[in-house]
């Protein structure tokens, strides 16, 4: 089965540093998001993709984040300068056109800020 | 009112039971319902999608009351493996967008 694929699983830095987190959406899929959650918190939407552009963001997708598709199989986030308070699960999701927004999670990069 | 509400429970219930769970969504404009399943640190799993006439998928039932503003999730025969947490997530729109999901349901199925 067709899988959304995450690297790293897991990623410490330090606060201030810059992060890269990177995803394979599922080949044939249109669409791309991002959401994160917070350790005890609920699954929250951070942005989303389409086209070579942002379709819509969060308020929490600040000038600190960004996104990119830098070729056709990667999809980033980038966290510019991170906070402690941006520890958390981030997760990559990506949907098919005509599947009435159907979203496949792939399986989270843990992020860590010390 | 937030925009997606759930019982946090947890609802503990043990092996064979039949358990339901609701999640109330705040914008009537809402277009597409889906219900995930989350194990603990993992990613949202899709269990199924919520559609006006209902369905079901084995042991699982959804239903979506659109007057009221809640679709439901029924378990029945609960194995020990449902043990998890149920996520709610409705789609304000009939654009490919964000999904808004509910904090959760715990479900704990004990021997």
């Known amino acids: 089965e067709p899988e959304v694929t995450q690297t790293p699983s897991h990623q410490v830095t330090q606060m201030g540093q810059e992060v890269i987190l990177r995803c394979v959406p599922i080949?044939?899929?249109?669409?791309f998001y991002w959401y994160r959650q917070i350790l005890g918190q609920k699954v929250e939407f951070l942005v989303s993709?389409?086209?070579?552009?942002?379709?819509?963001k969060s308020e929490i997708f600040d000038d600190q984040f960004s996104v990119e598709r830098p070729d056709g199989s990667n999809f980033t986030l980038k966290i510019r300068s991170t906070k402690l308070e941006d520890s958390a699960m981030y997760f990559c999701?990506?949907?098919?056109?005509?599947?009435?927004?159907?979203?496949?999670f792939g399986a989270g990069t843990r992020l860590s800020v010390l | 009112r937030k925009e997606v509400e759930q019982d946090p429970g947890p609802f503990n219930v043990p092996e064979g039971a039949t358990v339901a769970f609701n999640c109330t969504y705040s914008?009537?404009?809402?277009?597409?319902f889906f219900w995930y399943r989350q194990d603990c640190r993992k990613e949202p799993k899709l269990l199924m999608s919520?559609?006006?006439s209902g369905n079901e998928d084995g042991r699982f039932t959804a239903q979506l009351n659109r007057a009221s503003q809640y679709i439901s999730l029924l378990i029945r025969d609960s194995k020990l493996s449902d043990s998890a947490t149920y996520l709610c997530?409705?789609?304000?729109?009939?654009?490919?967008?964000?999904?808004?999901f509910g904090a959760g349901t715990r479900l704990a199925v004990h021997p």
């Open positions: 999701a990506s949907s098919e056109m005509g599947t009435q927004n159907i979203q496949y």
């Open positions: 080949s044939n899929h249109l669409y």
């Open positions: 993709f389409y086209n070579n552009e942002i379709s819509e």
């Open positions: 914008n009537s404009a809402s277009q597409s």
């Open positions: 919520v559609y006006s």
């Open positions: 997530a409705v789609n304000m729109d009939r654009g490919y967008n964000k999904l808004i």
